[in-house]
């Protein structure tokens, strides 16, 4: 059973940093591509970022390109996610899925991870 969960939220200041994390079990991680997505407040989910199963590049949005950074570690079956120079605007609940592709459908979703970016 493919299952994935979500650490590393937190409440951090405008400016800051934060790594999230994605653990895989149930498969093989460097099987499949793993994208974030995130819903804030009173929002739909908004794709984040996706890393490809094997080659291909990363994806990113607009809104986070330039600061965060998708990345994995397919020993450790986990996916990271570092976020850097976090806006208020950046505060939501963080996803992560598991896809046979980037483009295709989330085949696994965990129970969300929260970010609040605040003064």
């Known amino acids: 059973q493919l299952q994935v969960v979500e650490s590393g939220g937190d409440l951090v200041q405008p400016g800051g940093s934060l790594r999230l994390s994605c653990t895989a079990s149930?498969?093989?991680?460097?099987?499949?591509?793993i994208g974030w997505f995130r819903q804030a407040p009173g929002k739909g989910h908004e794709a984040v970022s996706c890393?490809?199963?094997?080659?291909?590049?990363?994806i990113y949005a607009d809104s986070v390109r330039g600061r965060f950074f998708i990345s994995r570690d397919n020993a450790e079956n986990r996916v990271y996610l570092q976020m850097d120079s976090l806006k208020v605007e950046d505060t939501a609940v963080y996803y992560c899925?598991?896809?046979?592709?980037?483009?295709?459908?989330?085949?696994?979703w965990g129970q969300g991870t929260q970010v609040t970016v605040s003064s």
């Open positions: 899925t598991a896809k046979r592709s980037c483009l295709g459908s989330s085949l696994a």
């Open positions: 890393i490809p199963n094997s080659g291909g590049s990363t």
């Open positions: 149930g498969f093989t991680l460097e099987d499949y591509a």
